[in-house]
């Protein structure tokens, strides 16, 4: 079974993430913050990660920048989703090697193709 991180402060956010990806066959993992998000990434070692871009204390891109960085966590693969979707935000998700980016509220379908595109690659 592929684990999947979510990292978004909005708790029905996670709530609503854990719901699809448990639908689809997922085990789901859940962080409420960078930190907490960099922390389950090295201890767990998700399949994927979804993430906010918009986090408390630290944001989705320096998460993604940190995780990168780390050798255990390099090539895990991140999905951003975004309220605020604007060019300067999807360069810079390119830039650091995010794996999507993509508006919220989020249509499903593209998720969820997007999240088994990904999982399928590892």
């Known amino acids: 079974m592929a684990r999947i991180l979510v990292i978004d402060d909005d708790a029905v956010q996670r709530v609503l993430l854990n719901a699809v990806f448990r639908k689809q066959g997922l085990e789901v993992l859940q962080a409420a913050n960078g930190q907490e998000g960099i922390r389950l990434a090295r201890e767990q070692r998700p399949d994927l990660i979804v993430s906010d871009v918009n986090l408390p204390e630290m944001d989705g891109f320096a998460v993604l920048d940190h995780l990168r ?3 255990i966590t ?3 693969p991140l999905i951003f989703i975004t309220a605020n979707p604007n060019e300067a935000g999807q360069r810079m998700a ?3 090697g995010a794996n999507g980016y993509l508006p919220k509220p989020i249509p499903i379908s593209d998720l969820q ?3 088994n595109a990904q999982i399928r690659k590892q």
Request: hydrophobic share 50%; glycine share 0%.
């Open 113 to 115: 193709a997007l999240v």
């Open 74 to 76: 390099a090539t895990i």
């Open 94 to 96: 390119r830039e650091l």
């Open 69 to 71: 960085k780390e050798p």
